[in-house]
């Protein structure tokens, strides 16, 4: 008697035997592997099909830990960046390649100093290459602390004459919404709102939409500034996001990031440097200060946690 190949159990996620960490940055959640020699192909169906929360172990993104020399982005980078050994390869819950993560960075260089791939005492800074170029990871005795690069406008001929650049409509808002478009080296479209209660009665099961939408897709944070905005001359804001390829996340570095820079931007002259972004998953600290380049660059600090891990099956 023969089989239907197609009625054949084939492991979910195409990963089998392969060692895997789960962590996690205010919520943000992970899968860690770790591929130092370039061994592993994962595709867009396998980090799906591992991220998945009902067959899957569950995340909101898969990171590869691989050395730069392997990943033709990581070659470019170290042609700059000598000390960048590590290469952050990056894909959302839905397969899709992405950028970088600010959580998703904190974790994996405490991922890599789990693995004994990386040593780095506190106060001591490691170099990481993305997708979205080097980020420089400094450790603290609270948890990490990244230099996210410059920001920037996404459509700057909009935002400097009038302060937003797009129309965002989500289910649970009455009509759309201004917003404005920022970059951390991947896109976001920030939406300020009046009041908690009505940040809490949108509804981000399903993608927001924005009009116009930046080439590449978006992810879209709805922010409260709180009252007063400032105190002790820190700036304070309530997110939440809808994250590109993954849906509504718990938190997000980079949207933290894009976050503080929109309603600093809104604030005008005298707004201040330093900015708590709280999310669903607790709370990050962001700050603005003037980078190597002479550009304006972001810092995001936080937790990084490892929680559990095991071999997939």
């Known amino acids: 008697m023969t089989t239907d190949p197609s009625l054949q159990l084939q492991p979910e996620t195409g990963l089998s035997g392969v060692p895997f960490t789960k962590g996690h940055g205010t919520g943000n959640d992970f899968i860690l592997i770790a591929d130092p020699d370039g061994l592993?192909?994962?595709?867009?169906?396998?980090?799906?099909?591992?991220?998945?929360?009902?067959?899957?172990?569950?995340?909101?993104?898969?990171?590869?830990?691989?050395?730069?020399?392997?990943?033709?982005?990581?070659r470019a980078l170290l042609q700059t960046n000598p000390d960048a050994e590590w290469f952050m390869d990056y894909r959302n819950a839905d397969g899709s390649i992405?950028?970088?993560?600010?959580?998703?960075?904190?974790?994996?260089?405490?991922?890599?100093?789990?693995?004994?791939?990386?040593?780095?005492?506190?106060?001591?800074?490691?170099v990481i290459a993305t997708r979205a170029g080097i980020k420089v990871v400094e450790r603290t005795t609270s948890g990490y602390s990244v230099d996210m690069g410059p920001w920037e406008f996404i459509h700057p001929e909009d935002a400097n004459g009038k302060g937003m650049d797009s129309l965002v409509e989500a289910d649970?808002?009455?009509?759309?919404?201004?917003?404005?478009?920022?970059?951390?080296?991947?896109?976001?479209?920030?939406?300020?709102?009046?009041?908690?209660?009505?940040?809490?009665?949108?509804?981000?099961?399903?993608?927001?939409?924005?009009?116009?939408?930046?080439?590449?897709?978006?992810?879209?944070?709805?922010?409260?500034?709180?009252?007063?905005?400032?105190?002790?001359?820190?700036?304070?804001?309530?997110?939440?996001?809808?994250?590109?390829?993954?849906?509504?996340?718990?938190?997000?570095?980079t949207g933290a990031c894009a976050a503080a820079a929109a309603t600093r931007f809104w604030a005008g002259t005298g707004a201040p440097a330093d900015w708590v972004v709280r999310v669903p998953g607790g709370e990050v600290g962001v700050r603005f200060h003037a980078g190597p380049d002479g550009r304006e660059h972001v810092h995001l600090s936080g937790p990084a946690v490892l929680v559990a891990g095991g071999t997939f099956l």
Do not use: K, W, Y
Not at 45 to 65: E, F, M, P, S, T
Not at 101 to 121: H, K, P, T
Not at 199 to 220: E, F, I, K, S
Not at 225 to 247: A, C, F, N, S, Y
């Open 172 to 253: 649970g808002l009455e009509v759309p919404r201004p917003a404005l478009s920022i970059s951390m080296g991947n896109p976001h479209t920030v939406v300020a709102l009046a009041e908690l209660a009505e940040l809490r009665a949108t509804r981000l099961a399903d993608a927001p939409q924005v009009q116009p939408q930046p080439a590449h897709g978006t992810n879209v944070e709805f922010v409260v500034p709180h009252d007063p905005l400032v105190h002790d001359g820190v700036g304070h804001v309530t997110m939440r996001v809808h994250e590109r390829g993954v849906g509504e996340t718990q938190s997000c570095g």
């Open 98 to 126: 992405s950028e970088m993560c600010g959580n998703g960075v904190r974790v994996f260089v405490q991922f890599l100093i789990s693995n004994r791939l990386m040593a780095l005492d506190n106060g001591g800074t490691a």
């Open 40 to 74: 592993l192909e994962i595709g867009a169906h396998q980090a799906a099909a591992a991220c998945d929360r009902h067959r899957g172990l569950g995340a909101d993104g898969l990171i590869r830990a691989v050395r730069s020399t392997l990943v033709p982005e990581g």
